[in-house]
């Protein structure tokens, strides 16, 4: 499979994800979730989909159950929508670059406060 395929299809499955997620899920589990990130194999068989999800930690905790329940769901939509031989396996991963890049900041106005003073 060429790279440019892989990677068309790498954004098309996260802008109809993101779109899923956000207008036709109605578990009241799922919060704020956003999706980062697609990573499809080169045989297009399985894609890890990072999502970055927004709460506390009982709220994420909750959020992530109810995307792993609505997996079977949003596969089918993505086989309906995209037209593949076979639809990829998914599987979510927990993306917590968001989270880090928020620490980093924060360690950075710290250090200039500091440096101020």
């Given amino acids: 499979m060429s790279q440019l395929r892989v990677e068309k299809v790498q954004e098309l499955m996260k802008q109809e994800i993101s779109k899923i997620i956000l207008q036709e899920l109605k578990d009241p589990r799922i919060g704020f979730v956003t999706v980062t990130e697609v990573e499809i194999t080169k045989d297009l068989s399985s894609a890890?989909?990072?999502?970055?999800?927004?709460g506390s930690e009982e709220?994420?905790?909750?959020?992530?159950?109810?995307?792993?329940?609505?997996?079977?769901?949003?596969?089918?939509?993505?086989?309906?929508r995209i037209r593949l031989r076979c639809t990829p396996e998914i599987v979510f991963q927990l993306d917590k670059s968001l989270d880090y890049s928020t620490h980093i900041q924060e360690l950075l106005l710290k250090i200039k406060k500091e440096e101020s003073v």
Avoid: F, H
């Fill in 59 to 80: 709220q994420i905790k909750d959020c992530w159950t109810g995307l792993n329940s609505s997996l079977g769901y949003i596969r089918r939509e993505i086989g309906q």
């Fill in 48 to 54: 890890k989909v990072y999502v970055s999800l927004m």
